[in-house]
């Protein structure tokens, strides 16, 4: 878990809370989308702002609907925002207005803080929880369930704020429902390779995830942008290693510049990552000379399994040098059983006609004469 900032404003007059979007730019026109949000509220508009450049900034929807029980209602009149990459931004009342718990008491400043990091949330247990869970006891008719009940079950009240229980499910629910799909659809179709780039220097991990899935099959990476992804490969962060991977297409693949940059990425990390450039490598429409060039010069480096693999690329790959041949011949002197092995079975495989390499095989046979040879 990363560390929480919640920021917010409480007064008698106005309360709003609120993260700060991922694009600090200033506003500069504002846009309305008329949606289908499948849902009871009657509101079916989203609200885009946009700087300058044409780049979305944040998002919201004005939510009024009622919150009912035993047949009295308080209207919910609250303003939702998201960030660009469809993450919570905060909420907004309008001037006067107030949220209220069971018996209509308003939420103290300490509630309207928890509730703000509730919806932060995005992995709260409330994506699981039935609204009948929420209020068991409550009308089964949905607009006559309680804002918070004393029948609220125990398993829900540490992921609520309690007296408010349905308010705090509904408002999350609206907040990771059809709502957040369409701002990302949205931002989807104004994607650009730089500002793909300006959410990527974000600090905020679900923003970096979001643009690094909306490269591939949205943008044509410009060489600045290729520069940023692949400075996501790392032992640092998996996931973070394995999306900037994904994002990366086979049209891009062709490239033998990259090609060489993922080569050198393997002699930079540790097993887990190497094994997932191995795989990409795979993937490649065809080896460039100067990426096999690169893994033969260091294939020393690596451990057993992953010389293995490397050789298994040179057979997909039909790589045929004689300085590919002389590299892996030069692994037959190794005390490592196994990647002798594999060099041997390589190289009898291939039939090479180099005589250094011819030699080297001799000397490797006469070493295990009278001894199983893989």
Known sequence: MGLLVLSGYYSSDSIRYAHAPTLSLPVDSTLYFIVDFKDDISNDTLVQTRSQEG??????????????????????????????TGRYLGFELPEKEFLSKYDHDPFSEAEYQRLHAILTDSLSPLANFHYNEIVPKADSTYEKVDAVS????????????????FTTYKLWHLVYGPARQQVEALTSRALTPELIQLVLNSTHPSDKIWALNHIDGYVKPTPALQKVVVSF?????????????????????????LQSILVQKIFETKYSTQKLLLT?????????????????????????????????LFIQYQISDVETYRSVSALLASPNAFVSGK???????ADPQDVVVKERLTVYEEKHKGKAIE
């Open 343 to 349: 060099a041997y079975a390589f190289l009898t495989r």
């Open 55 to 84: 780049y979305p900034i944040s998002y919201s929807r004005s939510i009024r609907t009622g919150v009912c029980f035993d047949n009295k209602c308080r209207p919910l009149d609250i303003t939702l925002r998201w960030n660009l």
């Open 233 to 257: 490969i790392s032992d640092q962060d998996y996931n973070l290693t394995e999306r900037a991977l994904n994002s990366i297409n086979s049209n891009d693949l062709q490239s033998g510049a």
């Open 150 to 165: 004393g029948a609220t079950s125990a398993s829900v009240l540490e992921h609520v704020v309690e007296g408010a229980a």
């Open 280 to 312: 990409k490598l795979k993937a490649v429409p065809k080896l460039h000379k100067e990426a096999y060039s690169l893994l033969n010069q260091n294939l020393t480096k690596l451990n057993g399994q992953l010389i293995a693999e490397i050789l298994q």
